[in-house]
């Protein structure tokens, strides 16, 4: 699958203009290095095609935007919290007392 000069990846999903989805080829431009770091994890065994790390590096792509849209998430929440006065000024004074009630936990 993967050459000198491109890669193509197939694509089982391509958004076409009415919003339906189609089945096309997708051409994917690597660096040599990256090329390199393909072929070196199949000639070790770790990976049997180039499509295996085509497919990892989509899947950990997909596990850290998930986890953005996380964080994400959870500062749109704390911000409405705010805005209904539901949050607390942070100061000196409540920094310390909150590490005072957490050691006495200890």
Do not use: H
Not at 9 to 30: K, P
Not at 56 to 70: D, V
């Amino acid at each position: 699958m993967i050459c000198d000069e491109k890669s193509e990846v197939r694509s089982a999903l391509d958004t076409s203009a009415s919003g339906s989805y189609a089945e096309r080829d997708m051409d994917v431009q690597l660096t040599p290095d990256q090329r390199a770091f393909v072929r070196q994890a199949i000639d070790s065994g770790r990976l049997r095609r180039e499509e295996d790390a085509v497919k990892e590096a989509l899947s950990l792509w997909e596990e850290r935007e998930r986890g953005r849209a996380e964080i994400l998430a959870a500062v749109d929440e704390a911000e409405s919290s705010l805005a209904r006065g539901e949050g607390r000024a942070i100061t000196q004074e409540s920094m310390r007392s909150t590490t005072t009630a957490t050691s006495n936990f200890e």
